[in-house]
């Protein structure tokens, strides 16, 4: 068993949709969590951190952490074309410079105009 | 710009060559983790260096070694090159907020 699980999809959803991603993990000592957003042929990019339990909004995008599921959700509201996109959790039991991440394999998004 | 610089940013190379990818961190950032993605698959670990020293490996061939230098760049060689090995080489710095990607390097084995 892999210790983040995350569906690769590919998830196509119209519009103005809101959409849930989600990985569930097997490790209790995480207690830091991001969502990275990848495009095509770039370099994933810090979409939200979150830290131990609860929820954290910004803008359209809302994580979500429940610890005693061991399960995270990113979702995205009102989505958009440009929101199509590869989209990877992580997470890691320590913080600062010299932490280890813990990847999904990362869930293929498309937002149909 | 993420502050993560990579170079090249194109390879093409042919099998059984030997290549060398170079990072360097952000301002401040003392680690640097280089990662390799192949078409469809997710980012594959390589190796973590923090402030000169090697600090963990991932799924890193014996073809493949690194090193980080006392300005804190980064180095990847790959050699005896194979088709397979051909990929996005990601690096990374790791900051307060977890890691920023540079734009990777592709390389192309023929």
């Known amino acids: 068993q892999k210790e983040v699980e995350q569906d690769p999809g590919p998830l196509s959803v119209p519009e103005g949709a809101i959409v849930s991603l989600n990985c569930t993990y097997s490790n209790s000592a995480f207690q830091y969590f991001m969502w990275y957003r990848q495009y095509s042929r770039k370099g994933p990019e810090l979409l939200m951190y979150t830290y131990s339990s609860g929820n954290k909004e910004d803008g359209r995008f809302t994580a979500q952490v429940d610890k005693s599921s061991k399960y995270i959700s990113l979702f995205i509201r009102d989505s958009q074309p440009s929101d199509s996109a590869t989209y990877l959790c992580?997470?890691?039991?320590?913080?600062?410079?010299?932490?280890?991440?813990?990847w999904g394999l990362g869930t293929s998004l498309a937002v149909n105009p | 710009d993420s502050g993560v610089t990579q170079t090249p940013k194109h390879l093409i190379t042919a099998t059984g060559q030997r290549v060398t990818l170079r990072c360097s961190p952000r301002s401040g950032d003392l680690s640097v983790y280089w990662y390799q993605q192949s078409l469809d698959q997710g980012l594959q670990f390589l190796i973590h260096?923090?402030?000169?020293?090697?600090?963990a490996k991932g799924n890193i061939l014996e073809r493949f070694s690194a090193q980080q230098f006392p300005d804190l760049h980064s180095e990847l060689n790959l050699s005896s090159l194979e088709l397979g090995d051909s990929a996005l080489y990601f690096c990374a710095s790791s900051g307060l907020y977890g890691y920023t990607f540079g734009s990777g390097t592709r390389l192309t084995v023929v």
């Open positions: 992580a997470m890691s039991e320590n913080a600062g410079n010299n932490r280890k991440l813990i």
């Open positions: 260096y923090y402030n000169g020293e090697e600090r």
